[in-house]
C-alpha cells in the first residue's frame, strides 16, 4: 500500500488534489494546515495505483508519495 503525505506546512488547501486523483483517495476535511485554513485527509491509500498525478498536479509540492 501506498504511504501518501500532505505537508501542512506547504498544502495551502486549494483541493486540486481531490479532482486530479483518479481513484478519489484525498477527502475534505477538518485539519487545518500551517495557514489555519482547511485542509484534505487521505481517505483511502489502498486505492492509490502511484500514478503520481496528485504530486505533479499540487502547486504547492505538498504530497508524496511512496510506493511502487
Ligand atoms: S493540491 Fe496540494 S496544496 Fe492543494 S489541497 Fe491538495 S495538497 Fe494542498
Ligand atoms: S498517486 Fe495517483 S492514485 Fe495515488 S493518491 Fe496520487 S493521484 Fe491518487
Known sequence: MANITIDKACCKGCNICLSAC?????VKS??????G?????VNKPESCVV???CERLCPD??????GE
Open 22 to 26: 483518479p481513484k478519489k483517495v484525498f
Open 51 to 53: 500514478c503520481r498525478m
Open 30 to 35: 477538518k485539519k487545518r494546515n500551517n495557514y
Open 61 to 66: 509540492g505538498a504530497i508524496d508519495v511512496e
Open 37 to 41: 485554513t482547511s485542509m484534505p485527509d
